[in-house]
C-alpha cells in the first residue's frame, strides 16, 4: 500500500439549536397577550458562529515617551501610568459592569382586584378631601347677614281722664293712688298708705285709679263698700265722679267718701234709697282703718252744727268710732267718725 497522504475532512457544521429565550420586551409581550399571567419564554434557533481564520499577531513596539522619561510604558490620551521621577500615575476609574436587565414582574391576578380597591378608596378619600376643601372656603367667604331685631312698637300709655274735685275749697290737698284689683283691703291699704303722709288735723283728698290710669267710677267703689247698693241703682242717680278723703287726727286715720247727684236724679228718691239700702248693710264695719268694735242696733238722727244739714248716725263700741251720713244740698257725705263729718262739710260749703 502505497504512503499517501491523508486528505484532510472537513467537520460539518451543526445544525442550528432550539433554545427558549426570555428578554424584557418578550415578558412584556407575553405578559400582556396573557392578561397578566407569568411570563412564557420564546424558542429561537442559534446558528453556529462561522470559524474565522485568526489573524497573525502584530509586533507591538514601545515607543520612547512624550514626557521625556528612559521608563518604558503606556502612553495614551488618558495619563500615562508611568510618571516622570518614578511615581506612579493614578490608574483610570474602574467602570462598574451593567446590571442585567430587571424583568418587569406585574402582580397577579388576585392582586389586581386589591390594586383596584386601593385606587377606588384613594380616589373616594380625595373627592371627599376637595369637597370638604371647597365647602369651607364657600364658608369663610360667604358674608353673614346680621339679624333684624324687630323693635315692638311701643305701647302708648293712655292719657289719665281728669279728675273733677267736689270741694269748694281750693285749699284741699290732694294725693293719687293705684288699686290693682278693686278690694275693701286693697282700698284700705291705699288709704293707709295715704294717711301716713297727712299732717294731724289735716283733711287730703285721695283719688283713686285703676292700673290704665282711668279714674275708678263710684258705682265700682259703692259696689265694694257697700254691697246691698246695687250698681245700676247708684248709676242711675249719681255721678260717675266721687271723692275719697283720708282726714288725720291725734286718734288715727278718718275715711270719708262725697258723691254728687246726677242733675235729673230725684233727690227724695235717692235719699230714700240710700236710708233703706245703708242702714241695713251688715258689712259697714268694713270701711274703718282700726277696729271698729260692735255696732249699735239702729241709727239715730243728728246734727252737724248747721240745723239745716240733717244726718244720721250709728256708734260702735270703740267710743272713736261712729258711721255718720248727711246731704249737703246734692252731695251725699258719708265718714267713720264726728269729727271728720265736721272738716269734710266746713270743705264742701
Known sequence: MDNQPEEKKEIPTPPPSKVNVRTMQSDIQSIQESGGQNPQPYMT????????????????????????????GYVGPEEPIFKPGGTVG??????????PEEIV?????????????LAVVILVAVVLGIGYYFSKKQKSVSVTTPEQTTVPPAVSTPPKPEYFSLFEALNVPQAEETITTLSMENINKALTAAASTIPTD??????????????IS??????????????????????????????????????????QLKPDANAE?????????????ANLKNIFLQESGR????FKDGQAGDPSIKTRYLTFSNPLTALNYGWVENKLVIT???PSLLEVLKDLQ
Open 90 to 99: 493614578p490608574l483610570p476609574p474602574q467602570q462598574k459592569p451593567n446590571k
Open 336 to 338: 267713720t267718725n264726728y
Open 218 to 259: 263710684s258705682f265700682k267703689i259703692t259696689s265694694v263698700l257697700f254691697p246691698e247698693l246695687g250698681t245700676e241703682d247708684i248709676s242711675g242717680i249719681f255721678e260717675e265722679n266721687f271723692a275719697a278723703v283720708v282726714f288725720v287726727d291725734k286718734n288715727g286715720a278718718w275715711p270719708a267718701y262725697v258723691f
Open 295 to 298: 255696732a249699735a242696733t239702729s
Open 269 to 281: 228718691q235717692a235719699q230714700t234709697l240710700i236710708k233703706n239700702k245703708l242702714e241695713s248693710s
Open 202 to 215: 289735716t283733711l287730703k283728698e285721695i283719688v283713686l285709679r285703676n292700673t290704665d290710669n282711668s279714674l
Open 45 to 72: 434557533e442559534i446558528n453556529q458562529p462561522k470559524k474565522e481564520t485568526p489573524a497573525p499577531p502584530q509586533e507591538i513596539s514601545f515607543q520612547p515617551s512624550e514626557l521625556g522619561s528612559d521608563i518604558p
Open 105 to 117: 414582574k406585574l402582580p397577579k391576578k388576585g392582586s389586581k382586584n386589591l390594586i383596584i380597591s
